[in-house]
């Protein structure tokens, strides 16, 4: 698919690896949608990227109406949709047991996958009943691509981790039936794991504690960019032969149980 003028969406694309992912797809000729809660950073996004290159809605993933209408947002904007990418996440880390002996409060872990997992399917659904009616872009029939995003957690939980790898793993495993269903269409889905990377959550822990996460990746030995997450985004919504898979960007790193 060459994405050229092409349209997506982007949850959580305000800051860290959303919004890397926004800045390559603007690279490459695309138009973006940003969906975020934080109205302040979607708005000084939109400045960065260009008000002729991107939008935003404030849009709360978990929530169908807003979720709706952020795609209908989208679509006034720019009469189209091409592209998918499930950014928004949280992953507080919390042990099933509590140092007083508590156990981790129900409310606690479902709010975590509410997000990571109902929320990406809350928008991915909603997105591909619009992709479907969409006219064909190519030979391929293709109508466009929907990218998830993972985490190496999905694999390698560390202690602490019960609800994010949980929410993560969900979302690897929904890939496959959903390419599976969404072939007929043209629609593909792919997801990203990825690993080790500098977001502001990551930046904002002290240097050595940041050289140390870098130094505990196999090669290269730092944490990646969203600018190399968002080429990987690029690639997966540009290749039609990519469907159906589950890529880690990870540096090659296997998480430790701490």
Request: charged share 20%; hydrophobic share 45%.
């Amino acid at each position: 698919m060459d994405i050229q003028n092409k349209i997506a969406i982007i949850t959580g694309g305000a800051s860290g690896l959303g919004l890397g992912a926004c800045e390559e797809l603007v690279i490459k000729g695309a138009k973006v949608c940003i969906f975020d809660l934080n109205e302040e950073a979607a708005q000084q996004a939109v400045e960065a990227l260009g008000p002729e290159n991107a939008t935003y809605a404030k849009v709360n993933v978990t929530d169908e109406a807003s979720v709706e209408a952020g795609i209908e947002h989208c679509l006034n904007v720019y009469g189209e949709l091409h592209i998918v990418l499930n950014c928004a996440g949280i992953g507080p880390p919390e042990k099933v047991i509590h140092r007083d002996g508590a156990p981790l409060p129900l409310e606690n872990f479902k709010k975590i996958v509410d997000i990571n997992l109902f929320g990406s399917f809350n928008v991915l659904s909603k997105a591909a009943a619009k992709m479907a009616t969409m006219k064909p872009l190519n030979e391929d029939n293709s109508r466009g691509v929907i990218i998830n995003v993972a985490s190496v957690a999905a694999f390698d939980g560390q202690i602490g981790q019960p609800a994010y790898a949980a929410s993560k793993a969900g979302i690897v495993g929904m890939a496959l039936p959903i390419a599976r269903e969404l072939a007929r269409y043209g629609i593909r889905v792919n997801t990203i794991a990825p690993g080790l990377f500098k977001t502001p959550l990551a930046m904002s822990l002290p240097d050595n504690v940041v050289e140390a996460l870098g130094n505990s990746v196999d090669y290269p030995k730092r944490l990646g960019s969203p600018t190399e997450f968002g080429k990987l985004v690029v690639h997966m919504a540009e290749n039609d032969y990519l469907n159906g898979e589950v890529i880690r960007l990870d540096g090659a790193i296997r998480m430790a149980a701490k």
